[in-house]
């Protein structure tokens, strides 16, 4: 056998294929001097205003330098549950809690153990990455209706919708990325009563843009006796702790599924960096956590409206949400994303193009995706000063 057939082939996810046309047509890596990153999902990692700092050190004892337990470090675990206690009125504790490198390990870990016959309930417009795992994985999904004609916002009435026979899990981001639309209050009350009350039923939140809503908004405060139930909950610093690169991510969950996620770390893992495991902890220290639930909303609700009322002088349509640091859009004149990605990359910038949310993912022969003229803005890593120069070129690219 060649090495073209000794490892079966994967495509590159949607994200990244961006990336790499980009660089093939504007010769530059997307984050380089004069580009513009609008496509990618990073917040800024510098002081907001009304924040906290950012640590620039960290204590390491030698202790750290032996290998990380399963489950994670003892003195995250607690911080992670005692910051749910405190903020949510969670009856969760640090047995509940299991560390990942990042929020995408924590859902391939899940998804990966799911029981059989299991199929998972999931919006047509979803994290792009989604579709990915769910394909690599094997897994059974059937789609819940999110379109325009419903706001980008299914309902818990939408997930229980669909028929599925046997068992069956939700899984949504909330707020939801690519769109912003947030499940919130009783709607998300509702979601979770579903799933602890209906035994065949469980429920997957990924929180990882929990903090980027007004107010800052998670599942588990509604959910009492997690360990009676079938529903788990990721966080990660990746976003509202403005550190992506420490990869550190973490699910909320019954005992018993922690200690099943354990086992397979305990193999598969083989645990998290625990300096990278001590950052997150310094993050997480109480006063420092309450000025981010702060500062956080506040910036990021300023910017989504700023960049929401000049899209739409510009003859965009906004179908944004109210959470994430997302732009939802749809561009004017059934121009498609792709056609506007190529203006964009002659002069260093870049959306996600809609199809890339598609989770239907349907062929050009079947008349290809109907998010085709829209696209995913990220204003995340942009700051005040670069906002004109940004509308500026959406106004010459939309122009052209």
Request: charged share 20%; glycine share 10%; with cysteine.
């Amino acid at each position: 056998m060649t090495p073209d057939t000794f490892l079966r082939h994967i495509p590159v996810t949607g994200i990244y294929q961006t990336l790499y046309d980009f660089q093939d047509a504007f010769g530059a890596y997307m984050g380089d001097k004069g580009t513009h990153p609008w496509s990618q999902g990073f917040p800024r990692i510098d002081q907001l205003p009304g924040g906290p700092p950012i640590p620039d050190s960290i204590p390491i004892p030698a202790k750290d330098l032996m290998y990380p337990k399963a489950h994670g470090l003892p003195d995250l675990r607690e911080a992670i549950a005692n910051y749910y206690q405190t903020h949510y009125g969670s009856d969760i504790t640090a047995d509940n809690v299991m560390v990942f490198a990042g929020g995408r390990p924590a859902l391939i870990a899940t998804l990966l153990f799911l029981g059989e016959g299991i199929t998972v309930r999931i919006a047509s417009t979803e994290y792009t990455h989604y579709y990915d795992v769910l394909e690599r994985l094997g897994r059974k999904y059937k789609l819940v209706q999110s379109a325009p004609v419903n706001g980008f916002s299914p309902t818990p009435a939408d997930y229980a919708g669909i028929s599925i026979d046997g068992p069956s899990l939700m899984m949504l981001s909330n707020p939801c990325n690519p769109t912003g639309h947030t499940l919130q209050g009783e709607e998300l009350a509702q979601l979770v009563q579903m799933a602890t009350e209906q035994d065949r039923l469980g429920l997957l939140v990924d929180e990882a843009y929990e903090l980027f809503h007004s107010k800052p908004v998670s599942a588990l405060e509604y959910i009492r006796n997690i360990d009676d139930t079938n529903i788990f909950v990721m966080g990660a610093a990746t976003k509202g702790l403005q550190a992506p690169g420490i990869r550190v991510g973490w699910l909320v969950a019954s005992k018993k599924h922690i200690e099943i996620l354990g086992n397979y770390s305990s193999f598969g893992l083989g645990g998290v960096s625990h300096p990278a495991q001590r950052m997150a902890v310094e993050l997480f220290k109480p006063g420092r956590i309450e000025l981010v639930r702060q500062a956080i909303p506040a910036y990021y609700d300023g910017q989504r409206r700023k960049y929401a009322e000049a899209f739409e002088k510009l003859g965009l349509e906004v179908h944004t949400g109210n959470g994430s640091f997302y732009h939802w859009c749809r561009l004017p004149n059934g121009m498609s994303s792709a056609d506007f990605n190529e203006r964009l990359f002659k002069v260093g910038a870049a959306i996600i193009e809609g199809p890339s949310c598609d989770m239907a993912r349907p062929l050009p022969e079947d008349g290809g995706s109907k998010l085709n003229d829209f696209f995913r803005f990220s204003f995340g890593p942009q700051t005040p000063d670069v906002f004109d120069s940004d509308i500026e070129i959406m106004r010459q690219a939309l122009h052209e």
